[in-house]
């Protein structure tokens, strides 16, 4: 069998017992720590009573017939980040199981797309998402299908998460993805990300230190945010509760 199983937003606190109890009783246990920042990876061995195996975003993305191989046989947990089907990635991975007659099962838990709406923005209101790449992860390009993303929703009104790039290195900071977007709008110059346009920074959801933050680029651009991971989101139409909510933050 292969397990597909959340580690949720923060560190080892925010396992579920599920996901604990699927981890020790597994046969083989991996993880990976590339989609997101997780804080819990040293006292994981503890509470599961085994170590993880890492797993590199080639490993993963390349080798997944590997591990669809290994669970033919063997009872084999990924441990991921969040939920475990908010990346695209992870999905593959489990397609590629049920193609070989693998039996799959998926245990939930928070990610950054549910915990968005402690911003009091509605979920319901949020089109597609992306992530701001690093320049050197585009060879230096300006990421023209984020500015599409945030294009095609604001036309229809909606929110847009933006995701910050992440690397074994460093965290993208809110900060380094405005002045992404500000050069893709001056090159553009469709008016879809300025220094007039409202945001709201949402940093380190799910610890007792989270923050967030409402007010234009301008007013924000130069804040420091403090310690990541964090996520950032363009609004679309506000409805009257949201906008009365993001003016008491």
Known sequence: MLILAGLGLRDERDLTLRGIEAAKAADKVYIELY???????????DIIGKTPVELKREE???????????AKEKDVIVLVPGDPLVATTHLALIEAAKKSGVKTKIIHNSSIVSAIAETGLHIYKFGATATVPFPEKTKGKLPESVYEVLKLNRAAGLH????????PEKCMTPNEAIRILLEMEKKRKENIFTSDTAIVVFCRAGSDD????????????????????????????LHFTEKEYLEKI
């Open 35 to 45: 989609t997101g920042k997780w804080h819990g990876t040293e006292k994981l061995k």
């Open 60 to 70: 993963l993305e390349q080798d997944a017939d590997k591990i669809v191989d290994e």
């Open 160 to 167: 847009t998460l933006l995701l910050l790039d992440i690397t």
């Open 210 to 237: 989270s923050q967030i933050a409402y007010g234009k680029v301008s007013e924000l651009a130069g804040k420091d945010f403090g310690e990541p991971p964090m996520a950032m989101v363009v609004p679309g139409m």
